[in-house]
């Protein structure tokens, strides 16, 4: 049983500003995989054959998330819809050559040691506990991310931040301002407009705690 007092793994979009959708269990564990690609070349008449580094493939990561709101005995999917919806095809984030929409990009988090920024490739759901009426209150989610920025499961350059291959995030506190983010990240109180410009913030004077922002480089 996963302790309460770890911190909750939780997954981002990096496309919209929003609340990270948090998990309500830790995974239990977690899976990557990687793969390289090699030619072989024709060689007759050798017992072996030369091979020619081709590239590296993205590194996935996979992982069960479970669900369970028996106790408040409400619908589980009010938490399972917002992973659903990361599969689902974003107008707005529109492709600049073929002007296609496409599925937000993510991050997936867990404390500060690491993150994975990806996009969610698979989500297979099953409930397995319904209340009497048929609402579901027990899911579990097997989920496959595919990542998109070699990372190298860099740490986070400082404790508010997740270290994604150049870009950082924040998660904001009650207090903050977008002058006091950009007093801390920039050492420049004065480029708040970057972080606000970056996250199409319309609110600029109040910040919602739990809010996400995605901090550019300055």
């Known amino acids: ?22 998990c309500l269990f830790n995974p239990k ?41 028996y106790g408040e005995k409400k619908d589980v999917r009010g938490h399972t ?14 492709d600049s ?7 937000p990009t993510v991050l997936f988090q867990w404390g500060t040691t690491w993150s994975f ?6 989500v297979t759901q099953k409930f397995t506990l319904f209340l009497p009426i ?3 209150v027990r899911a579990t989610l097997d989920v496959s991310f595919r990542q998109i920025a070699d990372t190298k499961q860099l740490k986070p350059q400082n404790p508010t931040s997740g270290g994604v291959g150049g870009e950082r995030v924040w998660t904001v506190k009650e ?3 977008l002058a006091w983010i950009a007093h801390t990240e920039y050492g420049d109180p004065t480029q708040w407009r970057l972080i606000a410009d970056a ?18 480089n300055g």
């Open 1 to 22: 049983m996963i302790s309460p007092s770890l911190t909750k793994a939780r997954i981002i979009n990096l496309d919209q500003v929003g609340i990270p959708i948090e």
């Open 29 to 69: 564990e977690y899976t990557f995989a990687k793969q390289n690609s090699w030619a072989e070349e024709k060689t007759p008449g050798s017992n072996t054959t030369p091979l020619t580094f081709g590239g590296g493939q993205p590194a996935t990561l996979q992982m069960q998330l479970f669900f369970d709101t």
């Open 81 to 94: 819809d917002a992973i659903w919806e990361l599969m689902m095809v974003d107008e707005s984030l529109r």
């Open 97 to 103: 050559q073929n002007k296609w929409g496409r599925p």
């Open 117 to 122: 920024k990806a996009v969610i490739t698979s």
């Open 134 to 136: 048929g609402t579901p």
């Open 175 to 177: 207090g903050d301002t």
């Open 199 to 216: 996250n199409r913030l319309t609110n600029v004077r109040r910040l919602t705690p739990g809010l996400v922002l995605m901090i550019p």
